[in-house]
């Protein structure tokens, strides 16, 4: 993996967090968050945004299995 680097920064300070906006999502969002991870199979590698939608679809997945996650950050710790 580290072949395909071209480029390593080492910093000190922690990584910026986006926190979840603990907003209650409407019911129009909610709907659409459980049509969305509805459609999310076991297995999937998903990209999240940061927003409500977002938001509101990861709370419809606690069920599912083996789901990755695709970033654009990545932590060498």
Do not use: C, N, W
């Not at 680097?5 to 990584?15: G, K, S």
Request: charged residues 15%; without cysteine; negative net charge.
């Amino acid at each position: 993996m580290f072949s395909r680097l071209t480029h390593i920064v080492p910093v000190d300070y922690p990584i910026p967090e986006m926190p979840m906006s603990g907003e209650q999502a409407d019911q129009a969002t909610e709907q659409l968050a459980g049509h969305v991870a509805g459609l999310i199979p076991d297995g999937a590698t998903m990209q999240m945004g940061i927003g409500a939608i977002p938001d509101a679809v990861l709370k419809f997945l606690f069920h599912k299995k083996d789901l990755g996650v695709h970033s654009e950050l990545i932590s060498m710790a």
